[in-house]
């Protein structure tokens, strides 16, 4: 009878510096619990803030509920001891809802109703505003290639990647700028994670309604000049891609950005070509092939 080995823990792959700061932890900062509470929010996901804002509306209902339930006979026509009845009677008052049925009976209840009644229109105005300012927030819905590669462009080596415009509209006076993130030893020994601006053939279009492909020449002068994947790995590079345009349907600045680790850059080939034409002229756009490296 032949015994297996045993499985083999799966290998965490090695960490890549992404070069935007989002994969760095925050440690030493004088943090309080709500001082940035409406910037997080914001931030958060639409699921999240949803189930919070859930969950703070039961809590809360429930807290009044109890405070109902301390003085006996406090809510008119509601069941003696009954949570439930509290508890509804509380989401009427919060809402300003009042149905008639139940009102409050003594002072304790008018002092709970009056305190509740302005929370509530306090929590709906800044629930209210809160969600306001989230759908209002406009997006750029700007998709980048999955990888950037290097290929001779009019006959000069470049870093190529490029872009789509997922809606049917136009960013105008759209801007592009290119970084080079890299790891650097300074002549002092420190250890220091240095940013070059990367210049681009093209850094600004009138007009982005399609795609958009944007190189960076590797002329003697760029600092990815002698590069190979060698030395992109051991100073761990990383190719920060920022985007910036005024939708003309919100007549607002979107921004969009993405970061290109030294192991999402290819070295040969070039992108699929992803305009076509049917047979009656029509241009057709392909974003299934958006990714596809294809041999040069």
């Given at each position: ?5 045993p499985?083999?823990?799966p ?15 925050r440690v ?6 709500f ?57 009427q ?95 002092e ?17 009138a007009v982005?309604?399609?795609?958009w ?25 990383a ?19 993405h ?9 040969s ?28």
């Amino acid at each position: 009878m032949s015994v297996e080995p045993p499985a083999k823990p799966p290998v965490k792959p090695p960490f890549r510096p992404r070069g935007d700061g989002t994969d760095v932890t925050r440690v030493g900062l004088d943090r309080r619990p709500f001082g940035d509470l409406y910037h997080a929010m914001l931030k958060a996901r639409w699921t999240s803030l949803l189930g919070l804002l859930v969950i703070a509306y039961v809590i809360i209902n429930s807290l009044f509920a109890v405070g109902y339930l301390l003085e006996p006979g406090s809510v008119e026509n509601a069941r003696p001891g009954s949570f439930y009845d509290a508890f509804f009677f509380s989401i009427q008052t919060m809402a300003t809802i009042g149905y008639g049925k139940m009102s409050p009976a003594s002072t304790l209840a008018h002092v709970l109703v009056s305190i509740e009644a302005l929370i509530g229109l306090l929590g709906f105005a800044m629930a209210t505003g809160l969600i306001f300012a989230k759908f209002s927030r406009p997006t750029a819905r700007v998709l980048f290639s999955r990888v950037a590669i290097m290929s001779p462009r009019d006959g000069v080596p470049s870093l190529v990647f490029r872009m789509g415009n997922e809606r049917a509209n136009q960013v105008v006076e759209a801007q592009l700028n290119l970084a080079m993130v890299r790891n650097e030893v300074t002549v002092e020994g420190e250890r220091i994670r240095r940013i070059y601006d990367l210049k681009l053939a093209r850094g600004r279009t009138a007009v982005f309604t399609l795609s958009w492909t944007a190189y960076h020449p590797i002329t003697p002068d760029s600092p990815l000049f002698g590069a190979t994947p060698e030395t992109l790995q051991a100073s761990e590079t990383a190719i920060v891609a920022s985007f910036t345009g005024i939708d003309d349907t919100f007549s607002q600045t979107v921004h969009a950005r993405h970061t290109y680790t030294y192991d999402e850059i290819v070295w040969s080939g070039k992108f699929a070509d992803i305009m076509k034409r049917t047979d009656a002229g029509e241009r057709i756009i392909d974003y299934s092939k958006f990714h596809d490296v294809v041999p040069s």
